[in-house]
């Protein structure tokens, strides 16, 4: 299954260059985003194995407060954040967007456990999926195990359903963290996304960003996650090629940007 994405802006897809507007370094080399279009870039996440009910109203209160475009929960979490974002929000249009993780933190979930651990995810009310591959396959080199995994993901929520491939590229070299963005692709995802945040191995590198940027040509969102706590780990990210970033320390990088 081949789509070739080309993702719009927006609060649910954010531009994959930096949005205009920003203002310019003293140096004229380089943009500095402002604050309001790094949250837009945000999915504030919570995955904590004990993260409890009102840890979860918490984040999600917050996530109104910082104008995120979205929220990371477990699947236990999701009717929750889901029925929050209404609540945060103003009138009937949702404050944020409702992610969920599948096959998480490992990947090492049956293909036919993580289809239907999507498709009640978006029961609950998520409108965007995380799915761990089975990182086997990648060190394997086993591109079409990973592209069939991703394609009955795919199939098993509605087209506006977006879906995010964590990789964890950490363990690969740059040439299989290209292979595996194909293979994503191939089964249909609208991103790619570095790590679980979980691994001994590390998060998000600059590195796998910018190779996830040469598989992806901007057709897919590039989702860096896992260990930025700055302001200047974000927009590295982002000046490699992320157009959306996976954080528990929102606020804390927000407020490293400009208003």
Request: aromatic share 4%; charged share 20%; net charge negative.
């Amino acid at each position: 299954m081949q789509r070739m994405t080309t993702v719009p802006a927006g609060p649910d897809r954010p531009a994959e260059e930096p949005p205009g507007g920003a203002s310019t370094s003293a140096e004229g080399a380089q943009p500095t985003l402002r604050r309001v279009e790094v949250a837009r870039m945000i999915d504030h996440t919570l995955l904590a194995p004990a993260a409890t009910d009102e840890e979860v109203l918490a984040l999600c209160a917050e996530a109104a407060g910082l104008r995120v475009g979205a929220v990371c929960v477990a699947p236990t979490h999701v009717y929750l954040a889901a029925a929050s974002t209404y609540r945060d929000g103003q009138g009937a249009a949702p404050a944020f967007a409702v992610a969920s993780v599948i096959g998480f933190p490992h990947g090492t979930h049956l293909t036919v456990i993580k289809a239907e651990e999507a498709r009640r995810a978006v029961a609950d009310g998520a409108t965007e999926i995380d799915v761990v591959i089975d990182i086997a396959n990648a060190m394997d080199e086993n591109w079409r195990a990973i592209e069939t995994e991703i394609s009955e993901v795919r199939l098993s929520v509605p087209p506006h359903v977006i879906l995010k491939v964590i990789l964890e590229t950490a363990l690969l070299p740059d040439a299989s963290i290209i292979a595996a963005c194909r293979a994503a692709e191939a089964g249909g995802a609208e991103f790619v996304k570095t790590s679980t945040g979980f691994h001994p191995a590390g998060g998000a590198s600059v590195r796998a960003v910018r190779a996830m940027s040469e598989a992806v040509g901007g057709r897919l969102g590039i989702k860096a996650s896992g260990g930025i706590r700055t302001a200047e780990k974000a927009m590295a990210m982002v000046r490699a090629g992320a157009t959306r970033l996976g954080l528990s320390a929102s606020a804390e990088v927000l407020a490293g940007f400009p208003t």
